[in-house]
């Protein structure tokens, strides 16, 4: 995921920067430097987990217990799961 791939993502998902560090577990200074791309000058990499995360929040996933437990999704997501 690229920088400016996480900040469509998040804007997408109607969220500030904090709201996306609230629903990615992370603080909102990640946030900004996912965007930038950079952090003191140097670049800085999204991991894979978190580009993982953000698929999942847009497709309604708010917390995964494992395979043979029921995924929690967002109300507006359990109408069309």
């Known amino acids: 995921m690229e920088p400016h791939d996480f ?3 998040r804007k997408a ?9 609230d629903a990615l577990g992370l603080k909102r200074r990640m946030i900004q430097y996912y965007e ?5 000058g140097e ?3 999204i991991p894979l ?5 953000c698929y999942a929040l847009s497709k309604g996933v ?8 029921k995924i929690e999704m967002r ?3 359990k109408i069309s799961a």
């Not at 998902?13 to 560090?21: C, H, I, L, M, R």
């Not at 987990?49 to 995360?53: F, G, R, S, T, Y």
């Not at 708010?62 to 437990?69: E, L, S």
Request: hydrophobic content about 35%; cysteine-free; overall charge positive.
């Open 36 to 40: 930038k791309g950079e952090r003191d």
């Open 62 to 69: 708010v917390n995964y217990r494992g395979p043979a437990k």
């Open 75 to 77: 109300d507006e997501e």
């Open 49 to 53: 987990a978190v580009a993982l995360a």
């Open 7 to 9: 900040k469509k993502w």
């Open 43 to 45: 670049p800085v990499q």
């Open 13 to 21: 998902q109607g969220f500030s920067q904090k709201d996306a560090a």
